[in-house]
């Protein structure tokens, strides 16, 4: 799987939005990107995962660049328990097995300021 | 709340006992999977299980001996370890191996070895 590069850190104030980047210049054509994101103590979260289209859902925005070698998470109006590490990770689709593991970076560590 | 649920929460254990981690969902999903994680460091693939077949191991040791008894079903058998195997274990599942569906993930057991 093609490899990502985040920030260490980042800081939001509440209410505002947060925007996560994450650089995947490597990445093939059949590779998703997938955003993660874990809790202190939790298991990841699934938040949101694309592969050239915008997508949203109820949690965030993925905007993925149109030479998809870049993209970014938006979390419309953070909250204190958006803190967390944001993982981003590129994942391809193998047909009748093969590797399938996900692979994590260092990711994100997002703190909201209230 | 996550819908993988593993069992125990916590662990304890001293370096000749012989205990094991439970996951189970009941999602239907075909894949399931068992990483690692360090304190500050973020998960590790161990082992890949589709359509209750072993189909990844990431040269783990073998006192970490995985089973799937059935589709809703993972242990993660453990004998002989050593303080440095000390970390959150993760189980996670999704549709199948080439399912561009995402893997969810359990909140993890947390395993101290004395």
């Known amino acids: 799987d093609a490899k990502t590069t985040q920030p260490t850190s980042m800081d939001c104030a509440e209410g505002r939005a947060a925007n996560l980047p994450c650089n995947h210049s490597?990445?093939?054509?059949?590779?998703?990107v997938y955003w993660y994101r874990q809790i202190h103590s939790q298991g990841p979260q699934y938040i949101i995962h694309?592969?050239?289209n915008n997508e949203t859902n109820e949690m965030a925005s993925l905007i993925i660049t149109e030479d998809r070698k870049s993209s970014t998470l938006i979390l419309p109006h953070a909250t204190l328990r958006d803190t967390a590490v944001y993982y981003c990770?590129?994942?391809?689709?193998?047909?009748?097995?093969?590797?399938?593991?996900?692979?994590f970076g260092k990711g994100t560590h997002l703190i909201i300021q209230p | 709340d996550t819908e993988v649920t593993q069992t125990p929460k916590h662990l304890v254990m001293g370096m000749t006992n012989k205990k094991s981690l439970k996951c189970e969902q009941h999602m239907g999903h075909r894949a399931m999977y068992w990483y690692k994680q360090k304190a500050k460091k973020p998960p590790e693939l161990m082992f890949v299980?589709?359509?209750?077949?072993?189909?990844i191991n990431e040269s783990v040791p073998s006192r970490f001996s995985p089973e799937c008894p059935n589709s809703s079903l993972l242990n993660l058998h453990l004998h002989a370890l050593q303080p440095e195997d000390s970390a959150l274990y993760l189980c996670a599942s999704n549709l199948g191996i080439g399912s561009n569906q995402p893997q969810h993930f359990g909140d993890g057991t947390r395993l101290s070895i004395l």
């Open positions: 694309g592969l050239k």
């Open positions: 299980y589709s359509y209750e077949k072993l189909s």
């Open positions: 990770i590129v994942r391809a689709m193998y047909s009748g097995g093969g590797a399938d593991g996900l692979t």
């Open positions: 490597t990445i093939s054509g059949n590779e998703y």
